[in-house]
């Protein structure tokens, strides 16, 4: 089968639309099955935005962090879309694309986050004094016990 021949869009002028235009060309005719694979495709919409020090996906409250951490365990995308219900397919697929394309800072800055958090995880989690007050507190709410 050969690809069929079109028009090339310098022959269609000052009132060619939009779609036309983009689609320019120096050598009068092209083929039209191979468009795609000559213009270099982007995604038309930003699935993922910097906000509080990280990256979150647009529109929802799920940091990029927890969707690399699955994609790096080998989670195909179907399974971290399962993972969060709030997310479509497109999300997710959005949220690899970016991560693949911003390998270094999205890096740097999970490696800063997992550091964070292991220091909060190993931290004691209340002074004793604050919990010989708080149990000093109940008791003297509780009723005394009468013989």
Not at 49 to 61: D, I, N, V
Not at 111 to 123: K, L, N, P, Q, S
Not at 128 to 142: E, P, T
């Amino acid at each position: 089968m050969r690809p069929r021949k079109v028009r090339c869009c310098n022959r269609y002028g000052q009132g060619a639309p939009e779609e036309v235009k983009r689609r320019s060309c120096s050598h009068g005719v092209r083929e039209a099955r191979w468009d795609k694979l000559k213009v270099n495709v982007t995604m038309d919409r930003d699935f993922v935005e910097r906000r509080a020090g990280g990256f979150y996906l647009r529109g929802s409250r799920v940091p990029l962090d927890c969707i690399v951490r699955e994609y790096r365990k080998g989670e195909p995308p179907e399974a971290i879309r399962f993972h969060y219900p709030t997310l479509s397919l497109e999300q997710v697929y959005g949220a690899i694309t970016f991560y693949l394309g911003h390998k270094d800072e999205v890096e740097s800055i999970l490696t800063e986050r997992e550091r964070v958090e292991d220091a909060f995880r190993d931290a004691p989690p209340t002074p004793s004094d604050l919990r010989q007050k708080w149990a000093q507190h109940v008791r003297s709410l509780l009723p005394e016990r009468r013989k």
